[in-house]
Every structure is written in C-alpha cells, then in structure tokens.
DNA sequence: ACTACATTTAACGAGATGGTTAAGCAAGTG
DNA sequence: CACTTGCTTAACCATCTCGTTAAATGTAGT
C-alpha cells in the first residue's frame, strides 16, 4: 500500500512535533554525527536517541550509513521542501502588509488565475 | 509559566501532523465555518471535530467567536510563520543550487519591499 | 575465541491522541 | 415552562509516544 502525499506530510511534521528531533535536525545541519554523538549532545539515553532517530529516518528526514560500528546520520531535507510548500500556500494569511480582506482577495484571485 | 518558543513550535507542528486539522484548515482558509459545518464536510463525529478545533485553537491555529448558539472558527495563520520560519532554514540543504537559495532570497526580500 | 564497544531491540510505565456514544449546557422557539 | 438545537464534556477504548533499564546484536581488536 502507497503512502499517499498526505500521510507524508502527517509523518514529517509529526517528526517535527518533538524538540529534540528538531535540535537533532539542527545538529545534523552543522556536521553529520553518530547515535554517541548525538547521545553526548543531548540529555537522553541512547536507546532514546535511537528511536528518535528511527522516527526521523521513517519520515526520510535523515538518511543513515554505516562504517563499521558506527552509524552515522545525514540529514536529508527533502522532505522539508513539501513541509514548506504546504505552510507556504498560508502565506497570504499572516503577511502583516495585507489585512483579511485583501488576503481573501488574493486567495479569490489566486484560485481564479488557474 | 510562560510557554517557551520551541514549546510554541512543537504544538503547532504536532496540530498540523493530523490531516484532518490541516484540511479544517483549508476549509477555513476559504470561508470561516461552525461546528456544524465542519461536521458535515468530514466523515466523524461533531466532539471529534471539536476537539480538533480545541487542538487548533491552542496552537492559535483559529479563533473562535460565538454569536448565539453557533460557534464560528477563523483562520489565525501567525504561528505558521514560525513553522516556515524554522523550516526555511533549511532550505539550502533541499534547494540543488545556491543560485537558486539566492533567487529565492531576492524574492523574500522583494515581497518585503512591498 | 574472547572481549570491548556501538547500537538496537525488548519490556515496561505514564501520559497523550483520536475516535466513539451518551450525557450536560446554553441559547433560541413554541 | 418545555422543547429543540448547536456544541461541549465525560467516559471509555485502542493505539501511539517518549522516556527508562536490561538484554540482544553486530562489528573490531587481541
């Protein structure tokens, strides 16, 4: 069964739901680390940052290699792309140059334009 | 106790991690909608809907106003700045090319400038 | 083979989530 | 007042989440 574009979504930002996978994605972004980097860095157990990790490869925010025993973690923002695209489409809704009638305006004119 | 801002994140992301309120979203994006509204557009039950609209409401997702017995929910977009805030900077790891980071930063700033 | 080390898996517990049905509340209507 | 209506709250259930500690797995080194 095809994960559909919208359980994607749902996986990812759920991902993003936890602070700590956030600070991981963060730290990630810096410099790829192991589970023992990652378990230095912050105050949980490795088991924990295992599992978090898992939570993050699932939603192919993370991708992982292994060099002997160590597995090292990479961020993959791809997934973020889609996160960001769908955010994006609200944009007119909190821009503070516009006020609710000129967004729903543009949002009328928006969908009239196609 | 005030609620931190990584705190504040993570309750929007993890609203958002439902399909269902993001497509309550969507809906109130185009027209604000009671309860009942909502209730007949999505196949569950009306505490099942408001409980998502409780979801969103603590997120600042909606507001709510009530005028006699009908309870209509809007649209509050802001906390969906800070969620495309934290995800843009990200952005040059999906983005292929740095020209690209570049144009896209031309346009942010050009859509300032307005 | 034995040992050391990095990581995962298993098992557990407290608390959240998302759905249901049934009951309670508040606001208009006969 | 009694009744309906829109919505919320309560109670329940199955499942997930995030942490823990203890055991298992796998790879490297001697």
Redesign the pocket.
Known sequence: MPATAADQLSTVF?AL??P?RRAILAELADHNA???DL?ATF??????V??????LEHASLIS?S?Q????TSQLEAAPLRDAAAWIERYRRYWDASLDRLDAHLAAIQAADRR
Do not use: F
């Not at 002997?68 to 597995?71: D, I, N, P, S, V």
């Open positions: 759920s739901a936890d700590t192991t589970v023992s378990t105050p949980i157990s490795m088991p924990a295992s599992r978090h990790l898992k939570v992982r292994q002997g025993r160590w597995r």
